[in-house]
């Protein structure tokens, strides 16, 4: 039984060995395969066998983009104000060798590259040319620390100013500057506002004043027609009825020459004529020479008029 159980303990010891020295690698990682303390060879996705006890895996890589966010550091602008930047850095492993041999801590590397670097761009910089010049500092970044981690097997993609802060003191002053600029835009948009109205008030009254002037022209010309129309037409009425009249003088004359009337007919018809003419008020008439033989009637019609 001895032997036996030897046997099987060293098949065991075996398998174990065995299973050890059979990797998977995954997606998106690598593995730094070392040979008796020397670099051998970059394992990638798959399935792979290392020598036992000669082999070993000296790092584990991964390959998929990292994300960084180190925390704010003081730096000093140009005006000599001190702030607190912080920065987050997106970065991916290119090269799994130089990853393992190029840098003891790649990640404090990274962080204290950046913190010199971004004291460097904002040394040149003063307050309010950080405060607005976020793209340009994060374009000069991201292209200093490329080229520094590249020997790293390192490439920087992106780096972002995730918040710059002032002074307390500087932060009063920006948002007293902010609530005026605020106020003073708020004062033009009033002042504005009420110019456009008023504008738009003396457009309205411009327009019903010329609204009320043509309605005033138009009632104007509609009354002078109105009232050359009634013009006309009385005056068409007088005409008629003066015609009427004229035209009665005229029946009345040609009846009384168809009629042929005397002499004493005549005299009659002058005596009335006489008679209205007086219209009972003449103290006095003068009686033409031709019927003054008629001495009867005229002491009568002279009796007539003075007791009128």
Known sequence: MGPIIALAIIIIIALIIASSCIKIVPQAHAVVVERLGGYLTTWS??????VPFIDRIAKRVILKEQVVDFPPQPVITKDNVTMQIDTVVYFQITDPKLYAYGVENPIMAIENLTATTLR??????????????????????????????????IKVNRVELKNIIPPKAIQDAMEKQMKAERERREAILRAEGEKKSTILVAEGNKESAILDAEAEKQAAILRAEA????????????????????????????????????????????LEAFAKAADGKATKIIVPSDIQGIAGLSKSIVEVAKEQ
């Not at 996705?45 to 290392?50: D, E, I, T």
């Open 227 to 270: 009232k050359k129309e009634a013009t006309v037409k009385e005056a068409e009425g007088q005409a008629e009825a003066i015609l009427k009249i004229q035209q009665a003088n005229a029946d009345g004359l040609r009846m009384l020459k168809d009629a042929a009337p005397d002499s004493a007919v005549l005299q009659l018809k002058s």
């Open 120 to 153: 460097n761009i904002i040394g040149d910089l003063e307050l309010d040319e950080t405060l607005t010049s976020r793209e340009t500092i994060n374009t000069k970044m991201r292209a200093t620390l490329d080229v520094a981690t590249d020997p790293w097997g």
């Open 45 to 50: 996705v798959g399935l792979h066998f290392k």
